[in-house]
């Protein structure tokens, strides 16, 4: 059983590039988030999911894009990376019958120059 | 929208003292509350969690309390030991999605 798990733990890009993070969970989850965390501003939400196929917008959604096309994944994309961009990602997910708590994943360490 | 704010930024206790780290929300509605233990370079982990229900829960040498006339909640740790050394967040829910809005955490420093 290995929880939640992310892809790649780290990345640097250039401004401009794009890439996608990939999340995996085996714990037959519903709930799905990401989140950046940047140092002194906690954890921010960026989009999280409800179920496969369903997708929406977090606290700061802007430049980022998601899909949930399997229950067990979850997939950020950044189109048009930015410096402002640069922080840790986490992944959690959760699932309502499990008493709400968030597990999460080891993050990506992102730095875009 | 929700703001939970979190105090102190820092704090430093000498070790087998305890600690208390207090955070207040805006929106009345909320009802669940966790905290969340970051050691350095590691994931955050649930360490205890409390609904509006309930006024104060306690595991071994964490407890937390919860007032929710204030809207406040606060985090107690007894007993400090060198593995209590890390970043704490708290957080605070409402929804049905368990969407999770969290406080800019409190770095403990355990001084031996």
């Given at each position: 059983n290995a929880g939640v798990t992310q892809t790649p733990k780290f990345r640097v890009l250039k401004t401009g590039q794009s890439m996608t993070l990939l999340c995996a969970q085996d714990?037959?989850?519903?709930y799905m988030y990401w989140y950046r965390q940047d140092p002194g501003m906690g954890l921010r939400l960026i989009h999280y999911s409800v179920g496969e196929g369903t997708t929406a917008k977090g606290e700061v959604p802007d430049g980022y894009n998601v899909s949930?096309?399997?229950?067990?994944n979850f997939l950020l994309g950044l189109e048009s990376a930015a410096p402002s961009q640069t922080s840790v990602y986490f992944c959690a997910s959760s699932s309502?019958?499990?008493?709400i708590e968030q597990y999460f994943g080891p993050g990506t360490r992102l730095t875009v120059t | 929208g929700e703001n939970v704010e979190q105090h102190p930024s820092t704090l430093s206790v000498q070790e087998g003292d305890s600690a208390v780290i207090k955070c207040t929300y805006s929106?009345?509605?909320?009802?669940y509350f966790p905290w969340y233990k970051q050691e350095l370079g590691k994931r955050p982990q649930l360490i205890i969690d409390i609904r509006s229900n309930v006024g104060e829960k306690k595991d071994q040498r964490i407890a937390v309390t919860l007032n929710k006339t204030a809207k406040h909640f606060s985090l107690h740790i007894t007993e400090?030991?060198?593995?209590?050394?890390a970043v704490y967040f708290c957080a605070a829910s409402k929804g049905s999605n368990y969407q999770l809005i969290w406080g800019a955490g409190t770095k403990l420093i355990i001084k031996p």
């Open positions: 714990m037959n989850h519903e949930r096309l399997k229950k067990q309502p019958g499990q008493g | 929106d009345s509605a909320s009802n400090t030991q060198p593995e209590d050394s």
